[in-house]
């Protein structure tokens, strides 16, 4: 029999009752830690699918307030910028509070294009000729069981109403994943609403650039053009944009990163209490190895092996459940970052590399201690 095949022996069907349940436990660490680095990726999703070559103007004092629609022509006037379009965040809520999705009031014909939108369902040409229609993302189809024809009824704390939208069309983003999570609808629509004192307003302009390396030059152009206004500008980067709204869920991603980190120690603990179990056990057997011929280095190898394949099996399991898990809680979790929200293969990589190198780790004392033993010590000890 191999070194490999003795630690497999030892490690599945010595005490199979302690293996299970050791499987189980890492199992269980291994899908605790998949679900959390996983919604970590979703909550970054966002930033990180942002273009390279887009800028956020804002209102220089936050992004709560408004900025004129007259800067639209002189923005779209500055030298390196080629697109340009406007939104305004609506903040709607469709039938319960805990069916909140994202929805932007947009230029619509503007905004397809600059956000390089896909229609995957109805038409374009609908959604441009009826103001009352609104396009959604794919996710939400997914969520909710919108379908091209409906009409959706929101309600809104920031813009009272009765607001009602038709949908023309079903829309991914070539190069944004927030798109599938997100309804618009026509900025037009939104404004004729509006009391006088704040319509011909918007939220944010959304600009590209002929070259996304000279994008901040182009965004201390257009900030200099404001500036000492009534209405001071901030020009940024869509990612770094994007990203203040992951700041200041700081301390929640922080928690989620430690929670994280104490599961990993968990794993180890768990893995590190069944080799050094299992390993006293076996001491007179150990001894008896050494007197035939084993050396301590094949004794350590044995145990660290035993560890490694614990930790692997464990991680592997946890992964092939942790699929449906995800897809189950993103569907029913209310929450409309989570639309969609699926196992990466790097999230999978690393969470199985991660159970090995622990499994590695855990037993690293225990055969240490196991090869350091003196065969006449080992061979007396009966437990």
């Not at 406007?86 to 039938?95: E, R």
């Not at 209405?231 to 992951?246: A, I, K, N, P, W």
């Not at 989570?338 to 225990?366: F, R, V, Y």
Request: with cysteine; charged share 20%.
């Amino acid at each position: 029999m191999t070194l490999a095949g003795l630690a497999l022996r030892n490690a599945f069907l010595r005490n199979k009752t302690r293996s299970v349940l050791t499987i189980l436990g890492t199992m269980v660490a291994a899908l605790a830690f998949v679900f959390l680095r996983t919604v970590l990726a979703a909550w970054y999703a966002s930033s990180e699918a942002s273009a390279a070559d887009r800028l956020v103007t804002r209102n220089a004092i936050s992004i709560t307030s408004f900025l004129p629609l007259s800067y639209r022509d002189r923005i779209a006037n500055v030298e390196g910028v080629t697109k340009l379009t406007f939104s305004n965040w609506f903040g709607g809520v469709y039938k319960d509070r805990k069916n909140f999705f994202a929805q932007f009031a947009i230029d619509a014909k503007s905004a397809l294009d600059v956000f390089s939108i896909r229609f995957v369902a109805g038409s374009k040409a609908d959604f441009l000729a009826d103001r009352n229609s609104c396009i959604v993302g794919s996710g939400l189809v997914r969520r909710f069981g919108f379908k091209v024809g409906d009409v959706i009824p929101l309600s809104s704390e920031i813009f009272p109403g009765d607001w009602r939208f038709k949908v023309a069309g079903i829309v991914e983003g070539t190069d944004d994943s927030s798109v599938a999570s997100t309804m618009y609808f026509h900025w037009q629509r939104l404004n004729e609403t509006l009391p006088d004192r704040i319509k011909n307003v918007v939220g944010v302009y959304t600009i590209t650039v002929a070259d996304a390396a000279r994008s901040p030059e182009v965004g201390r152009r257009i900030d200099a053009m404001f500036a000492n206004s009534e209405y001071e500008t901030h020009t940024e980067t869509e990612r770094s944009f994007r990203l203040q709204f992951v700041i200041g869920s700081s301390a929640i991603l922080f928690a989620l990163e430690a929670v994280s980190g104490v599961i990993l120690a968990i794993m180890a603990l768990i893995l590190g209490n069944t080799l050094a179990m299992g390993l006293r056990e076996r001491t007179p057997e150990l001894g008896a190895m050494r007197a035939i011929g084993f050396l301590p280095r094949h004794v350590r190898a044995i145990s660290t092996l035993e560890g490694g394949l614990l930790g692997i099996v464990g991680g592997a399991i946890g992964l092939l459940i942790a699929t449906p898990v995800l897809i189950l809680f993103g569907k029913f979790s209310g929450l409309g970052f989570l639309t969609g929200i699926g196992l990466k293969p790097a999230t999978a990589a690393l969470t199985l590399g991660l159970a090995g190198i622990i499994g590695i780790t855990a037993s690293a004392l225990p055969a240490w201690n196991a090869g350091r033993l003196q065969v006449v010590e080992a061979l007396r000890r009966q437990e």
